[in-house]
C-alpha cells in the first residue's frame, strides 16, 4: 500500500470511529430520531418491494418466483455488506392453481357465474367440474347435527363472515379461519362433493381469498375439493339459497399437488461487538399466495426486516449483539422455514434473545404484543414513552408471529410488529394483495419502528433492561 493509500485508510478509520463514538453518546431519543429520519429520507424498503412484486410477482413455495425472490434479496442484502448471508436449504411442499378457476349458480334454468378460487392444497375437480345441490352452514361444526343423510353428495357452503363488531380484525380472522382449513375434511365424513367458503375478507367484493387447508389423515380417495367464494357472491349464493333450496352450483379447480422441492430461508448477520453468540433475530416471510403480488402479505414485513440492518448501520449503531435478518420461506402452506431455522439453530445450541416479526401488512405501524413473562413485559414497558413522539402507544402481552414460534423458549422475548389492521383483510390471500396499496411512508415508519425496538434490545438486553429514567439519561 503506498503512502497515500495509508493517509486514506487512516482518516476513513478515524471518521468511522469518531462517528460511532458520537452515535453511542447520544440518548436513545436522538437515537431514534435518527433511525426514522433515515428511514423517511433515505428507505430502501419500498424500492425493494417494488421489485419483489412488479418484477418477480407472487411467490408461492416451490414455484419459479419463489426461487427468484430468493437469489433477489440474497444480492441485495450482500450489497449492504453485512457480515455474513447464506442460504439454509429447507424442503417445501409444492402446489400449483393450474388454471383459472370457474363456477356459477344454476337455478330456474338460469344460469349466474361467481368468483373463487381454489383453497392451498386443495385436490382438483374431476374432469368437467362438480354440479350439485348446495347446503349452507354457518361452521363445519353444524355437520355433525345434519348427518350423512342430509349432506352426501351434495356442495356444502360454509357461510361464516368475519365479525364486523370486532376492532382487532386478526381476532376476527381467527375466529373464522378453521371453516377454512378444515371445513372440506370434516364434510368429505359426510360424503359432500366439495365445499365452498366464504372468502375471510372484512369487506364486501368480488376477490376471492385463497389459504392453506388441510384434510388431515383423510385418505387420498376421499379428499374432496374445496374453494372460496367472494364475500359478495357468498351473499348472492345464500339469498338464492332462500328462495330456492334446490338450485345448484357448478365449480371446476384444476389446481394439482407435487411432490416437495428444495428451497431456501434467506440470512443476512451484524456479527456482535461484545456478544457475538447472542442472537436477535428480525424477519418475515418470503412465500406468498399466487392471486396477487404479495405486497402487504408478506413483502412488507420481507422488505422492513432487511432495512432493519441498513438503518443500524446507516444511523451508525454497532451492535452488542449478532443481528440476524431472516427471510423463511414456506409461511403460508407448511411453515417449513420457520422451523427448518428453529431446528438448526437448536442444533448448533445459538442462544437467541429476542425476534421479532412484521407479518401483518404494510400499514401504519401502531406498536408491537410481546410473548414474555409478566416480569419482562413491565421492563419493556419503560420503552414506551420513546416511541410516544412517533404516535407508537400500542404495547401488549399476546402472540409474536408464525415464523419466529418455533423459536419459543423460557430464554427468549417474541415480539410481533402490530400496524393498524382495519385494511388488511381487504387484501389478504386476494387478487389485489399488490404493491399500488402500500403507503410508501407508512412501510418506512414500520421499518424504523422495527429498528428502534431492536437497537433498544440489543442495548439493553433481555435481562437487564432498566427504567425510563435510566434510559434518556
Not at 454 to 466: H, N, P, R, S
Request: glycine share 8%.
Amino acid at each position: 500500500m503506498n503512502k497515500s493509500l495509508k493517509i486514506v485508510s487512516r482518516i476513513t478509520l478515524i471518521i468511522f470511529f469518531t462517528f460511532s463514538l458520537i452515535v453511542n453518546a447520544q440518548s436513545d431519543e436522538d437515537v431514534l430520531k435518527t433511525v426514522y429520519k433515515t428511514s423517511l429520507t433515505n428507505g430502501k424498503s419500498y424500492e425493494w418491494l417494488d421489485y419483489l412484486s412488479n418484477t418477480i410477482g407472487g411467490r408461492l413455495s416451490g414455484s419459479t418466483n419463489a426461487e427468484l425472490a430468493v437469489q433477489y434479496t440474497k444480492v441485495e442484502l450482500e450489497k449492504l455488506g453485512l457480515d455474513k448471508v447464506w442460504l439454509q436449504p429447507v424442503m417445501v411442499p409444492k402446489w400449483v392453481r393450474g388454471e383459472k378457476e370457474m363456477a356459477y349458480i344454476e337455478a330456474n334454468g338460469t344460469i349466474n357465474k361467481v368468483n373463487i378460487c381454489a383453497l392451498g392444497g386443495s385436490v382438483a375437480t374431476p374432469n368437467g367440474g362438480v354440479k350439485a345441490q348446495v347446503i349452507e352452514v354457518d361452521t363445519y361444526k353444524d355437520l355433525e347435527a345434519l348427518g350423512e343423510e342430509k349432506i352426501k353428495g351434495k356442495i356444502v357452503f360454509i357461510n361464516r363472515a368475519l365479525q364486523p363488531e370486532l376492532i382487532n380484525t386478526f381476532q376476527a380472522y381467527g375466529g373464522c379461519s378453521s371453516e377454512r382449513y378444515a371445513g372440506a375434511a370434516e364434510a368429505a365424513k359426510y360424503g359432500a362433493v366439495g365445499t365452498i367458503v366464504r372468502s375471510l375478507s372484512s369487506r364486501q367484493d368480488d376477490y376471492p381469498h385463497t389459504g392453506s387447508m388441510s384434510y388431515g389423515d383423510l385418505p387420498v380417495e376421499q379428499r374432496i375439493p374445496s374453494a372460496a367464494i367472494s364475500t359478495n357472491d357468498a351473499v348472492k349464493l345464500s339469498e338464492a339459497l332462500k328462495k330456492n333450496k334446490n338450485l345448484e352450483f357448478y365449480f371446476e379447480m384444476s389446481c394439482q399437488q407435487f411432490d416437495d422441492v428444495e428451497s431456501y430461508n434467506v440470512i443476512g448477520e451484524l456479527t456482535g461487538s461484545e456478544f457475538p453468540n447472542e442472537y436477535i433475530v428480525v424477519g418475515g416471510h418470503l412465500d406468498s399466495w399466487d392471486l396477487g403480488d404479495g405486497a402487504h402479505d408478506d413483502g412488507a414485513g420481507v422488505v422492513q426486516s432487511m432495512d432493519v440492518l441498513r438503518l443500524l448501520k446507516e444511523s451508525g449503531v454497532t451492535p452488542k449483539r449478532s443481528i440476524r435478518v431472516v427471510l423463511f420461506m414456506n409461511e403460508e402452506n407448511g411453515l417449513r422455514g420457520g422451523r427448518k431455522y428453529a431446528e438448526v439453530a437448536k442444533a448448533k445450541n445459538e442462544k437467541h434473545v429476542f425476534a421479532l416479526e412484521s407479518d401483518a401488512g404494510g400499514f401504519t405501524p401502531r406498536g408491537f404484543s410481546f410473548d414474555c413473562s409478566d416480569v419482562m413485559f413491565s421492563k419493556i414497558e419503560a420503552w414506551r414513552p420513546l416511541f410516544k413522539p412517533y404516535l407508537i402507544h400500542y404495547f401488549e402481552k399476546g402472540g409474536s408471529g408464525a415464523d419466529i414460534g418455533p423459536l419459543k423458549s423460557d430464554d427468549i422475548v417474541l415480539a410481533g410488529l402490530r400496524p393498524d389492521s382495519q385494511r388488511y383483510f381487504d387484501h389478504h390471500h386476494a387478487a389485489n394483495d399488490t404493491f399500488e396499496h402500500v403507503n410508501k411512508r407508512e412501510l418506512e415508519l414500520g421499518a424504523a419502528t422495527m429498528t428502534a425496538l431492536v437497537f433498544l434490545m440489543d442495548k439493553y438486553g433481555t435481562e437487564t433492561i432498566t427504567n425510563t429514567k435510566e434510559i434518556k439519561d
